[in-house]
């Protein structure tokens, strides 16, 4: 089952926050973010395991809510350079290193 | 270190030829994995490679085959090619340990027509 990712799209003023969101229908063992630009490869950014804390990556953090099968990834402060469509994909129990992806959130960040 | 290097990035084909994409890992990877990308349905895993063997397989028909060699490059071959078959091709190579990042090549943009 295809993870929902919501928004779909956003626009941002530099310096705004963004939160977007990632959620399951079936129990979560891990949740993958990766962020792709225009004409390149998806870049990696962080991994949330089940049972596990909040990571964050530069002024990127992310969340794992067990109880409600979904992820957050919260964007502060965005930079220029946060443009770009993020993806999270989403591993559940036996059906280790198979990762089931969003159709992507669009992110525009503009001065 | 070098990325993961996807040849050719660009192919145009005609429905029902066959064609084989390439992925050479970053080195010390034994992972790689291929996923075809498109807009309406995004990411879609194909299938997984490890030390020559597959490890993993997404919900593609058997058009769709794969291997890996002892070097961990890895090919990726579908035969008579569809016109859904349009997509961009994306492989990733990691470690291949539990929750390891994956480093994506560029990719393979295939266009039949």
């Known amino acids: 089952q295809q993870p929902v990712q919501s928004p779909q799209a956003v626009i941002l003023r530099e310096g705004e926050d963004a939160v977007i969101n990632c959620s399951s229908s079936?129990?979560?063992?891990?949740v993958h973010w990766y962020r792709q630009k225009h004409g390149e490869a998806p870049v990696f950014l962080m991994i949330l395991l089940k049972g596990g804390e909040q990571k964050g990556h530069e002024k990127i953090s992310a969340s794992f809510n067990e109880k409600k099968q979904q992820s957050s990834l919260y964007l502060t402060a965005s930079q220029l350079s946060y443009s770009g469509t993020y993806f999270c994909g989403t591993e559940h129990a036996g059906n280790n290193r198979k990762l089931i992806w969003g159709l992507g959130t669009s992110l525009a960040v503009n001065p | 270190k070098a990325g993961v290097t996807q040849t050719p990035r660009y192919l145009i084909k005609t429905r029902g030829q066959q064609v084989t994409l390439s992925c050479s890992p970053i080195s010390g990877h034994r992972s790689v994995s291929w996923y075809q990308q498109t807009p309406g349905q995004g990411l879609q895993f194909l299938f997984e490679y490890f030390s020559e063997t597959q490890r993993n397989k997404g919900n593609f028909p058997g058009r769709f085959s794969g291997r890996q060699f002892s070097n961990s490059r890895s090919e990726m071959n579908v035969s008579t090619l569809e016109l859904g078959d349009s997509a961009l091709y994306l492989c990733a190579s990691s470690f291949g340990g539990m929750n390891t990042e994956a480093f994506f090549g560029q990719g393979t943009r295939l266009t039949v027509v």
């Open positions: 079936k129990a979560l063992y891990s």
